[in-house]
């Protein structure tokens, strides 16, 4: 179980239950994270930055189904596959209001997990996607740091199968950290005749709209200590004062960006409030005082664009975090 009081309301993101029949075969009931995006699956203490990047918008983050995964020929390969309620992109679900179900499936290769002294050891490829038919409100897209709307519906629907696929890579070598990722949703929408006056007389059809988000991003931990992806940071030696210990300092940047599809202006589907693009750069500080209490302080640059959609000036964010985890 994983409760969130975020906002001072209390949100039971996580509560599943695992039957592990062996290493190769596990079954999981209840609320997780869809099977999906890279970045989104890496739990908080070890993501890289003060918060996941833009194509994390894109992927579904919590709901409600069952899902079997394991790891076969020692690491090798891992999967997940799993039927779920199905959620817009970038949502969580509590309930189901419809026959509909999604399907996830992802795929994990460790090519030289066996070959431990190697650099390319900590080399990981993933294919991950999602499909299944949805009908309801669809999300609202945010900026990362700070969270405010920069892409939102006005009341359309989604209205048919959706489609979500993710390639993605991660590689880790004694200090060094990266991770790439790529997210295309294609999502056929239903506008609003009485939220769209004047819009074309065709674009009361269904239209497949497709959105694209990808990152970069790189990590460097610039004191002893150990840098896994299912750990994250640990110092060689703990936060101590007087004893000159400063634990661990790692420096990581990012950049990524998201683009809204044409149509979705074309037909007056997106708000005249929404922007087609979004790219933002970002450096970000952890400092780990030991294994389990880290701070973050991070500085992240967005800018909007795009052909359509309205002006927006740039977003700044300056942010702090204190993390404690165990």
Do not use: C
Not at 196 to 212: I, K, M, N, Q, T
Not at 268 to 273: D, E, I, N
């Amino acid at each position: 179980m994983n409760p969130d009081f975020a906002g001072g309301t209390l949100v039971l993101q996580d509560a599943y239950i695992d039957t592990r029949f062996s290493r190769a075969f596990t079954v999981r009931f209840g609320k997780a994270k869809t099977p999906f995006a890279m970045e989104r699956l890496q739990p908080v203490p070890t993501i890289l930055f003060y918060e996941r990047a833009l194509p994390s918008q894109l992927a579904p983050n919590r709901d409600i189904g069952v899902q079997v995964l394991g790891e076969l020929h020692g690491g090798l390969i891992s999967y997940v596959a799993g039927v779920v309620n199905g959620v817009p992109d970038g949502a969580s679900g509590d309930t189901d209001t419809n026959d509909g179900k999604d399907l996830a499936g992802r795929v994990l290769v460790r090519p030289f997990v066996t070959k431990t002294a190697s650099p390319l050891s900590g080399l990981r490829l993933a294919m991950a996607g999602t499909t299944g038919n949805q009908n309801g409100l669809l999300g609202t897209i945010r900026t990362t740091s700070l969270a405010q709307a920069f892409v939102s519906y006005a009341g359309n629907v989604s209205a048919g199968r959706v489609n979500r696929v993710s390639p993605a890579a991660s590689f880790e070598y004694k200090r060094v950290s990266m991770l790439a990722e790529f997210v295309r949703t294609n999502v056929p929408m239903l506008p609003s005749p009485t939220l769209h006056p004047g819009a074309p007389e065709d674009s009361l059809g269904v239209h497949d709209v497709s959105h694209e988000a990808w990152q970069v991003a790189g990590a460097v931990l610039v004191t002893p200590g150990t840098m896994t992806a299912d750990r994250g940071v640990v110092p060689l030696h703990n936060f101590d004062f007087g004893a000159g210990h400063w634990g661990a300092f790692q420096v990581s940047a990012r950049y990524h960006a998201l683009t809204v599809d044409d149509d979705a202006f074309i037909y007056k589907l997106a708000s005249s409030t929404s922007s087609q693009t979004a790219k933002a750069w970002t450096v970000n500080l952890n400092w780990y005082l030991n294994g389990n209490v880290r701070y973050v302080g991070v500085f992240e640059r967005t800018t909007f664009g795009g052909t359509y959609g309205a002006p927006r000036p740039p977003e700044n964010a300056l942010a702090f975090r204190v993390q404690v985890f165990f």
